[in-house]
């Protein structure tokens, strides 16, 4: 699976592509950037299965920082990753597209796949409901 993350904490990025690298269920190839401007154009490149996201990054910060991947990856699972332990912004952000919203200091590598694999899921269904809706209109 093709993981692109977003995030500028070098200590994270380790932390994460080694929770990853340590699965045997699954394969993860992790993509990093450090500033969204360059996730933005990885995204653009097609190349990629979810994103994970952190919320503040030297570029972009706070829900304007979900919203902007989303635009470029709106058929993309994002789950954002992010040191902020708000409920509120957790909420906005979920219903504005997140996939999950996973707090850094509660998570641990189980949670991390477990919520990567559904979210990957979670949008296949959804693509295959639309497709089916589409196919039933047309009929």
């Known amino acids: 699976m ?3 993350l977003i ?17 045997k269920e699954a394969r993860f ?6 500033r969204l401007d360059q996730g933005l154009k990885h995204l653009v490149e097609g190349r990629i299965d979810i994103v994970l996201l952190d ?6 910060h706070g829900l304007g920082t979900f919203e902007k991947t ?5 058929d993309l699972p994002i789950i954002v990753l992010t040191g902020l332990d708000d409920e509120g912004v957790a909420m906005q952000a979920m219903r504005a ?10 998570m641990d590598g189980d949670l991390l796949v477990r919520a990567i694999r559904y979210a990957v ?19």
């Not at 904490?9 to 699965?23: G, K």
């Not at 190839?29 to 450090?34: C, G, L, N, Q, T």
């Not at 989303?70 to 709106?74: D, N, Q, S």
């Open 7 to 23: 995030e500028d904490n070098e200590d994270d990025v380790y932390l994460i592509r080694e929770i990853l690298a340590d699965r």
């Open 29 to 34: 190839d992790v993509e990093s950037v450090d």
């Open 55 to 60: 919320l503040s990054l030297p570029d972009s």
């Open 121 to 139: 899921e979670r949008k296949g269904t959804e693509a295959a409901l639309r497709k089916s809706e589409a196919q039933f209109r047309q009929a």
């Open 97 to 106: 597209g997140a996939q999950d919203y996973l707090v850094k200091n509660r």
């Open 70 to 74: 989303h635009a470029a990856g709106k």
């Open 2 to 4: 093709r993981v692109l």
